[in-house]
């Protein structure tokens, strides 16, 4: 079901509920209101009414009211909760600026949407496989459960920075970053 909450009052409640620092999101439980016609795409470029939104103070304002429950997205205010479609993350990380080597290595991202989050054991970095191609897709948790996926440009960076772990047993490429080794690839599979 389609409904019409309005983009005005979603945006109004964003705005007051952020002068105070991030939303609360995760401790609003409002009620249902419908999905709305808004869909994130892949690269990150916010539609209403399939017309990408073209002010970025505007997408970054609600990209600070998203809300993910188990696999269903949801622009959330302490009176109103829609469904939106995101087509795989809600965020883009652009790039990225490191600090330090080895184990002692901090990687700090930055996404389309201003968030700045240093990968860590609270913001971890994951690695998927497309099924049918063995096309990885790199992400990275932003917050709340909610993450961004690295772009191209900044993944080849990154394995210019791997390196070769145990890990479970077993010898991994990946990355180190705020203390946690993040497994890329099996050492194996490389060739």
């Known amino acids: 079901m389609i409904v019409k909450p309005t983009v005005e009052n979603l945006a109004q409640a964003a705005r007051a509920a952020g002068k105070k620092g991030p939303p609360p999101v995760e401790k609003w439980d409002p009620p249902f209101c419908g999905d709305l016609d808004m869909r994130i795409a892949r690269d990150g470029t916010w539609f209403y009414l399939g017309t990408p939104i073209g002010r970025p103070g505007l997408v970054k304002l609600f990209s600070s009211i998203i809300r ?27 790039d990225f600026e490191t600090e330090g080597e080895g184990r002692d290595q901090k990687i700090t991202f930055f996404t389309h949407v201003e968030d700045a989050v240093t990968a860590g054991p609270d913001h971890p970095i994951r690695v998927a496989r497309d099924p049918e191609t063995g096309e990885p897709a790199p992400y990275v948790n932003v917050r709340r459960n909610l993450e961004a996926l690295i772009d191209r440009k900044s993944f080849y960076r990154l394995i210019e920075l791997g390196r070769h772990e145990q890990h479970e047993g077993q010898s991994w490429f990946g990355l180190w970053s705020g203390g946690k080794f993040f497994p890329i690839i099996p050492s194996g599979e490389l060739a």
């Not at 959330?76 to 469904?83: A, H, I, Q």
């Open 68 to 94: 993910k429950d188990g696999d269903d997205y949801f622009l959330v205010t302490p009176v109103e909760k829609v469904g939106i479609t995101v087509e795989d993350a809600p965020f883009v990380a652009l």
